[in-house]
């Protein structure tokens, strides 16, 4: 019953710092009771994690601390109480329930129950037990915010996972897997919320169903990847750009900059959303020759600022690199003890050789959405985390309606919209670091959304909008078949009492291997590990090492000195190791430095353990043969001393 009061409680106080934020500004009355209380979700999840941050830079991480936070927060919700009770009535008064009604409520019912099956269900995706839910348990056990030296999933923005941490604190385990749900949810409300403006309950529900339907969103939402929740503040931060460059109302400059200060301060995509935003607003600004452009991006840029800087800064306090460490040669860093250059170019070449999947030419920038949508490189990762088939196959009738429409579209609140989309994708195409589908995710909501809209619209005038709602029907029901296969490994540990360390061992690679260490090794000891799936589960302290991401504990490909290695481990004040041996494999080089050490006396064999590879848990795949070693670091008879 905790874990539910605090995720009701969390969620009452996303809406209240919201709403205070809100009737500061004075925007109540120009908006709806609807957009009040999406509006408000959206800029106090912000808030949330941006006031988490100063709680943890000052070590103030308590229960305590933690719950007169979210406290303070709910009592905002008493703002929100006439909004609320209006929508309510509107429901009430305008609702009409039919067929298709009934239909559109039994498939958003379904879609919901899936997704609370994956929610009361252990985490078992790698990255969120690697970092999403690992940084926040360090930051609540710790009392406050630590650094944490690794590049990609250590020393980056952190302002989504902050708003885990009163969850974890307070509510346990289940309170987390739930308030990610729940915060899920949220982007669908917004986007439900922003339909509404150009539609009515019924198509905007439906088009919300094919948002919350798309692979991406059901592994994210259910995950704690922060993509899904950055959607919050795009989609807030483009309606709100929208809305001050055609109103010219300052105010929404301070939600536009607030709201793109929280995507920035989430994840380092954000800048690319930034970017996009930025030249939007100053290209319309120029466009209409507003008169008052200085003082409205004046204000803009200094809610961008206070909103979205703080993580920056923090990283370039601790390693001279504010997005660490993607400057390094930029401003020549050699010598920071947190990087190198051979590192530097193990990244590099890591980034070139398995994110780049298509070369960045004219033709690959028009290819790419469809060779994503339908197969091609493992790193487009189009079934699970890709966005469906509905976009390619509606783009025909966008681009019909962009032309059809073309003499209204200069000054339709769309245009803005799609501005923002083309940009972003022309600069993370161009110039990002990665071409995996999900980073994309929320320009994709935009997208979709704006393009739902436009196909819509040409569809009503000539009467083919029935042909578009069977189309997207269709969509709806393929989706919801993927998102069924997804939820069967999850239903299965509900519906049938199974132990939570059984399902953690059919999920999860060497999993056997953490329950030993939590039952037999000290909280005083450390364990280093490669396995980045299992940090979150530790219950004793480890040293996560990572090719990529980390130089305190050399284990490049190339790594050839297991002395070093050695001193390395011990300087970290590691006391044992976990560690795999694959047959066939014989280097002792790189991560198999541990082989040289094992043979010469440095380290004692205390267990090994058969485990079984996970190749897929939707489909339960595994591949047997993989032995777990645990050993413990000695020096009375090391010869690498």
Excluded at 94 to 123: G, H, M, Q, R, Y
Excluded at 176 to 187: I, R
């Amino acid at each position: 019953m905790v874990s539910y009061f605090i995720l009701v409680l969390e969620f009452l106080a996303c809406l209240g710092f919201g709403a205070y934020a809100l009737h500061f500004l004075c925007l109540t009355k120009q908006l709806n009771p609807l957009e009040r209380i999406t509006w408000s979700f959206a800029l106090g999840f912000g808030l949330l994690g941006w006031i988490l941050f100063f709680v943890g830079v000052l070590w103030l991480i308590t229960d305590f601390v933690l719950l007169v936070t979210l406290i303070l927060g709910a009592s905002g919700t008493i703002i929100l109480l006439p909004a609320k009770l209006k929508f309510q009535l509107h429901l009430g008064n305008k609702f009409s329930f039919n067929i298709v009604d009934a239909i559109i409520v039994l498939l958003l019912a379904a879609v919901l129950t899936a997704d609370i099956i994956e929610a009361i269900s252990p985490p078992a995706d790698a990255d969120t037990l690697a970092y999403h839910f690992d940084i926040p348990k360090k930051f609540y056990f710790s009392g406050g915010i630590e650094f944490i030296p690794r590049a990609i999933d250590g020393a980056i923005p952190l302002l989504v996972h902050m708003t885990y941490l009163p969850a974890y604190g307070l509510g346990g385990e289940l309170a987390l897997t739930m308030w990610t749900m729940v915060s899920g949810w949220g982007a669908a409300g917004l986007i439900y919320s922003f339909l509404r403006q150009w539609t009515n309950n019924k198509w905007a529900l439906v088009i919300t169903l094919v948002y919350m339907t798309t692979p991406a969103v059901v592994f994210g939402g259910g995950s704690g990847h922060v993509e899904v929740r950055m959607i919050l503040f795009l989609l807030l931060a483009s309606w709100s750009i929208t809305n001050l460059i055609f109103d010219n109302d300052w105010r929404y400059a301070v939600v536009a900059g607030l709201s793109l200060g929280f995507l920035i301060g989430s994840k380092y995509s954000g800048l690319v959303f930034g970017a996009a935003l930025v030249a939007t607003f100053f290209g319309f600004m120029a466009l209409k020759r507003e008169t008052k452009w200085f003082s409205m991006s004046s204000v803009f840029v200094l809610c961008v600022i206070v909103a979205g800087s703080q993580w920056y800064i923090w990283n370039w306090l601790h390693t001279g690199d504010p997005i660490f460490p993607m400057l390094y040669e930029v401003l020549n860093l050699r010598g920071s003890g947190l990087w190198d250059t051979e590192h530097h170019k193990v990244l590099k070449s890591y980034f070139a050789s398995t994110e780049q999947a298509v070369p960045r030419s004219v033709f690959w920038f028009f290819a790419y959405p469809f060779v994503a949508t339908f197969g091609g490189p493992g790193i487009f990762e189009s079934g699970k985390l890709g966005f469906g088939p509905y976009l390619v196959l509606i783009f025909p009738l966008v681009m019909i309606g962009i032309w059809h429409f073309r003499d209204r579209f200069s000054v339709s609140r769309l245009a803005p919209i799609l501005t923002i989309v083309t940009i972003t994708y022309l600069l993370w195409f161009f110039f990002g670091p990665s071409q995996r589908v999900r980073h994309l995710l929320p320009a994709y909501a935009l997208l979709m959304a704006a393009s739902s809209l436009i196909a819509l619209r040409l569809c009503n005038e000539n009467n083919k909008k029935y042909a578009l709602g069977i189309f997207i029907g269709v969509v709806i029901i393929l989706q919801i078949g993927g998102q069924a296969i997804a939820t069967v490994n999850y239903a299965r540990y509900v519906f049938t009492s199974e132990p939570r360390d059984k399902f953690m061992t059919r999920n999860l690679t060497n999993y056997p291997a953490v329950q030993w260490i939590n039952g037999n090794l000290k909280p005083t000891d450390k364990v280093y590990t490669r396995f980045r799936w299992l940090n979150y589960l530790f219950k004793i302290p480890i040293y996560y090492a990572n090719t990529n991401s980390e130089a305190l504990v050399d284990i490049r490909p190339t790594a050839n000195n297991p002395s070093k290695f050695f001193n390395q481990l011990i300087k970290q004040k590691v006391t044992h190791l976990l560690v795999s041996d694959v047959k066939g494999r014989s280097s002792t080089t790189g991560n198999k430095q541990w082989i040289p050490l094992a043979q010469n006396g440095c380290l004692s064999l205390l267990k090994s353990i058969k485990a079984t590879r996970v190749d897929s848990r939707s489909l339960q795949i595994f591949t047997p043969g993989i032995l777990t070693h645990i050993y413990q670091i000695t020096t009375e008879k090391c010869r690498f001393l």
